[in-house]
């Protein structure tokens, strides 16, 4: 038998309500997960489902009104703000659907913005390399396609050699085609740098690729599924 890894992440109980009284909004119901250091996840989900507010709780850039969510042992809705800004900066990277680039500054100056806050940085050029932007690391913004643009900001994000990568909708605004090229960049680094991988889509096909996948609806987690074998991105049926 395959040796069980270690838990990047475990929740108990993990709950966000927004407001108070008849008008509070229950974006996270009592959620109980694990996920093991290094997969790559896939959470699935409509609209409103709590995919984003799950994400930003195990991001360290929301809490949680009560429950546990527990980073390698420490108690991400107990921390203290410094505690939670020093977690980010350590072991987080976030890839966002939008994406966030500076647009006076070259593909290897947006790189480089964030490697300036880490302990242990890439070299800008090497993470441009490993999601194959070298070529074009002197280009600004403007100058890049979507997809390229999206791969900047996949760069920038694993720059900081973060221990959990977290992914917000990262194909949301292309093309299948070069939605594809982003998430076969994701999966590529998963397996080179062992980040432990989550990634928030609409898109069902998606779940192929991943490791473990989480279903949520009306702020719950309904069900989670775990792949005895991954697809590549290329053989993914839209």
Known sequence: MTPERPLAFRTRSLSKVYGEGPTAVHALRAVDLEIPRGELVVLLGPSGSGKSTLLNILGGIDRATSGEALFEGADLVTMTDRGLTLYRRRHVGFVF????????????ENVELVAEIA??????????????????????????????????????????????????????????????GVLKALQSLNETLGATTLIITHAAATAAIADRVLHLADGALRKVDVNASKTSPEALVW
């Open 97 to 108: 659907q939008f994406y966030n680039l500076m647009p006076s500054l070259t593909a290897a």
């Open 119 to 180: 302990e242990t940085p890439m070299n800008a050029i090497e993470a441009l390399d490993m999601v194959g932007l070298k070529d074009r690391a002197r280009h600004f913004p403007s100058e890049l396609s979507g997809g390229e643009q999206q791969r900047v900001a996949i760069a920038r994000a694993i720059a900081k050699r973060p221990s959990v990568l977290f992914c917000d909708e990262p194909t949301g605004a292309l093309d299948i085609k070069t939605g594809v």
